[in-house]
């Protein structure tokens, strides 16, 4: 049995976090919209509580399955990605599995932290492969 490798003419783009932002932004809108009217139609169990309702665990969890199921969806991306034609794939260009796009959900606010912490510091970093990103294996490229 023979087998012949050929190297792809294509490159892979990192998408820029300034261009992930807008992604991000336009994602967290859409979710906001849902969860206000999801909010609007239901009884709330205690008014005074603005943020430890029990409606906030729905919201978590409407949140997460957003983000991983439309990153490990044929589309390789949620709305806004999917609108600044971005895509996320593992580390091998292929659609990323459901438990990497769980960590890379859980692990965001890390990453948001370690960026302004850069930030701050004045310390180079690469924000092509953020640190969800590298904990899942994953890369968003642009296409």
């Not at 292929?94 to 948001?112: D, M, N, Q």
């Amino acid at each position: 049995m023979d087998a012949t490798f050929t190297k792809s003419n294509e490159s892979i783009k990192l998408a820029s976090l300034g261009t992930r932002v807008v992604a991000f932004s336009l994602d967290v809108l859409l979710l906001l919209t849902l969860v206000g009217i999801t909010d609007y139609f239901t009884f709330s169990s205690d008014d005074q509580a603005l943020l430890l309702k029990p409606e906030r665990l729905i919201h978590l969890l409407l949140a997460w399955l957003y983000f991983a199921g439309t990153e490990t969806c044929a589309c390789q991306g949620t709305f806004g990605k999917h609108i600044l034609h971005l895509r996320v794939t593992d580390a091998y260009g292929k659609r990323l599995t459901f438990k990497a796009a769980t960590i890379r959900f859980f692990a965001r606010p890390a990453t948001v932290l370690l960026v302004i912490f850069r930030f701050l510091v004045n310390s180079p970093y690469d924000t092509r492969h953020t640190f969800h990103d590298r904990l899942a294996g994953s890369q968003v490229v642009a296409q």
